[in-house]
């Protein structure tokens, strides 16, 4: 009798086995979860000139950019520093940074002053993609950003400093470098008219 049982339900339960396995494989693929917008800009228009930059000087001092290639937050293109064309203050940070936090809302509105005369880039540098983002969409951060998942440009420029801030000429070559800290509004424009030659407005 027990035979006669057992006969009966090994098919009942493959059926079923069968059923269930078809159910799984026929379910579809859970949907990746959709990454939040960047808030900064995208870095196809590093390499162009700013629209009434000032012609480069004949006879330029300071280093050039260093033969270095970094990624954009955004994505597209990865970006050679050497083809970055200046005038351009170029801020390094990590979102770990509290400097470089406060210093962030600083440099956004000297984007907006910039009126084409010259750009503003960062590099974001050691730090999760996360905290970048964070950061940026607290602040209102829209400029374009290189990212630098070690530390490679800072090893290129050899100097290990958070914040760090490069005025690069409209040749291309760092007319100053600053590591003093927080930088604001009036040292920031400051610093533009001396070693950049541009007048920027408040």
Do not use: Y
Request: glycine share 8%.
């Amino acid at each position: 009798m027990n035979r006669r049982l057992a006969a009966l339900l090994v098919p009942v339960l493959l059926a079923v086995a069968g059923c269930t396995a078809t159910d799984q494989r026929a379910a579809p693929p859970a949907a990746p979860r959709a990454e939040r917008p960047s808030p900064f800009a995208d870095c196809a228009a590093l390499t162009a000139a700013p629209a009434s930059a000032a012609p480069a000087p004949t006879a330029g001092t300071g280093d050039p950019l260093p033969e270095l290639t970094l990624n954009c937050f955004t994505g597209g293109a990865p970006v050679n520093l050497r083809e970055v064309k200046g005038p351009a203050v170029v801020n390094v940070w990590a979102s770990w940074c509290p400097p470089c936090r406060k210093e962030l809302p600083a440099f956004q509105r000297l984007s907006e002053r910039a009126d084409g005369r010259f750009q503003v880039i960062g590099v974001n540098s050691r730090d999760s993609r996360g905290g970048a983002q964070s950061i940026g969409e607290d602040f209102g951060v829209r400029f374009p950003m290189l990212v630098d998942q070690g530390d490679a440009f800072q090893r290129a420029l050899r100097r290990n400093s958070f914040p760090l801030t490069l005025f690069v000429g409209a040749d291309g070559r760092v007319r100053h470098a600053d590591a003093s800290g927080a930088l604001d509004d009036a040292r920031l424009t400051e610093l533009v008219r001396t070693h950049l030659g541009v007048a920027v407005g408040a």
